[in-house]
């Protein structure tokens, strides 16, 4: 417990942080997207959307060993701290390097510094505004120009994604997360150790790799109802 501090105080620990914090986002990430293609398999037997039943599965889970959804709200918890804890760590980070170097390069350095490494916070504070959107028109009702329905996943998805201006503003802000998740991934190879001149082309093709599956499996979701793959029945 005494240690604990210095993972904020240090430049080392803070970096550990933001390594472990992203790979806990990535991993939900991951199973995000992969259960948001629910929108494309068939009705239930009683003819409820497969995403909808999905969102059921995932509020019944543990019961009854657990009251319904408290599982479910527990891990929400885990990923509302490790997000804030990343964007604390990021801006802290982004923080020391500007006092490290307060007179800018008069050249950039293009050779050592990626378009996803230098604008990693912008993307990220992009991303961040997404989120507050997404779960604004989602998961509250909150501020959204088409009729939410309270557990109609199906529903909600569909109606918003025929507005072309909320097609657009996913894509955009998917493109942001493309380069935030692509300098995150491939510095969490680094700040584990991972990294070596061997093995670096592996690493940095792995990131691209996550990056383009993530992106393509949430991008297919506003596509395909705006483009009529999947039904809208308003």
């Known amino acids: 417990m005494k240690r604990l501090?210095?993972?904020?105080?240090?430049?080392?620990?803070?970096?550990?942080?933001a390594a472990v914090t992203g790979f806990i986002?990535?991993?939900?990430?991951?199973?995000?997207?992969?259960?948001?293609?629910?929108?494309?398999?068939a009705d239930t037997v009683d003819g409820v959307p497969a995403i909808n039943a999905y969102a059921d599965y995932l509020r019944s889970m543990a019961t009854p060993l657990m009251p319904k959804s408290v599982l479910l709200w527990l891990i929400r918890i885990i990923l509302i701290v490790a997000f804030v804890l990343h964007v604390f760590v990021?801006?802290?980070?982004?923080?020391?390097?500007?006092?490290?170097r307060p007179i800018?390069?008069?050249?950039?350095?293009?050779?050592?510094?990626?378009y996803a490494a230098r604008w990693v916070l912008a993307s990220g504070l992009i991303v961040l505004l997404f989120i507050i959107v997404h779960l604004s028109h989602f998961s509250f009702g909150v501020l959204t120009p088409f009729a939410f329905i309270e557990g109609?996943?199906?529903?909600?998805?569909?109606?918003?994604?025929?507005?072309?201006f909320y097609v657009m503003f996913y894509l955009l802000a998917?493109?942001?997360?493309?380069?935030?998740?692509h300098?995150?991934?491939w510095s969490l190879t680094q700040t584990l150790g991972l990294d070596n001149p061997d093995r670096n082309l592996?690493?940095?093709?792995?990131?691209?790799?996550?990056?383009?599956?993530?992106?393509?499996?949430?991008?297919?979701?506003?596509?395909?109802?705006y483009f009529g793959l999947l039904a809208f029945h308003p």
Request: net charge positive; hydrophobic share 55%; charged share 5%.
């Open 152 to 164: 109609d996943i199906y529903h909600n998805l569909a109606s918003a994604f025929q507005s072309p």
């Open 90 to 100: 990021v801006l802290s980070l982004a923080k020391t390097n500007r006092a490290a």
């Open 5 to 17: 501090p210095y993972l904020f105080t240090s430049l080392i620990g803070r970096k550990f942080l």
């Open 183 to 185: 300098h995150g991934i």
């Open 104 to 114: 800018a390069y008069h050249q950039t350095p293009q050779k050592t510094a990626s």
């Open 202 to 225: 592996m690493f940095r093709l792995l990131a691209s790799l996550i990056t383009a599956l993530l992106i393509s499996l949430f991008a297919s979701i506003p596509l395909a109802f």
């Open 25 to 41: 986002l990535l991993s939900f990430l991951l199973l995000h997207a992969f259960g948001n293609l629910n929108s494309f398999a």
């Open 174 to 181: 998917l493109a942001a997360l493309g380069f935030h998740l």
